[in-house]
């Protein structure tokens, strides 16, 4: 087959919003374009380095006698996903760093405003979808089951947003997937 610049393109979010959560009680997307449910909600701007995704195999080779390799075994596999939120006002976004438990109160409420308790809770696991265009396509990237096992530091500086850079890692749904990938035909 031969080169074709039709097939290159940049992952950009959907216009609606790129990154959503959703309980594990949801219906888990299983295509591009289907209305997400509900429950799901957005989490607003990313930073501009937009989402990376980092799958890990982890071997482990065995020697024969001589220090020839003779087999390599998968011993296992790590699937996470990074992003920068931004929208450090966004209550859903709070929520899903410091879990729900932990946040009490509304930033719309005209008395009460927000209280967020930070502390060594378990953290809560979510379905996570992230929705890009391709060109004229739609991806969406769905995570079945997955937590924030890393927070960044968090800085409050004049000259950028507050954020929250996180990693979460995905773990195997029932049929032992990770993430699930869907592109649209053109639209």
């Known amino acids: 087959m031969a ?24 219906t888990v997307p299983t295509d591009a374009t289907t209305a997400l449910g509900a429950d799901f909600k957005c989490l607003g701007f990313a930073s501009e380095d937009g989402l990376t995704n980092s799958m890990s195999y982890e071997s482990e080779e065995v020697k024969a006698w001589g220090g020839d390799t003779v087999l390599s075994m998968q011993t296992g596999f790590t699937d996470t996903f990074s992003v920068r939120l931004i929208e450090a006002l966004n209550e859903d ?11 009490s109160g509304s930033l719309s409420s005209q008395t009460e405003g927000l209280s967020i308790k930070a502390n060594n809770a378990i953290r809560d696991s979510y379905i996570w979808v992230y929705e890009l265009t391709l060109g004229n396509r739609l991806k969406r990237i769905v995570i079945p089951s997955a937590k924030i096992t890393e927070l960044g ?5 004049d000259n ?4 929250y850079d996180i990693t979460l890692t995905a773990v195997p749904d029932a049929s032992g997937d990770c993430h699930h990938e869907y592109i649209s035909p053109a639209q």
Do not use: D, F
């Not at 080169?3 to 949801?26: E, Q, Y």
């Not at 530091?153 to 500086?157: D, G, L, M, V």
């Not at 950028?160 to 954020?163: C, L, Q, S, T």
């Open 93 to 103: 976004v709070i929520k899903t760093i410091y879990n729900s438990a932990n946040v």
């Open 160 to 163: 950028e947003p507050v954020g």
């Open 3 to 26: 080169n074709n610049a039709a097939n290159v393109t940049v992952g950009k979010p959907n216009s609606r919003g790129g990154i959503w959560v959703a309980p594990l009680t949801a």
């Open 153 to 157: 530091e968090i800085a409050y500086r």
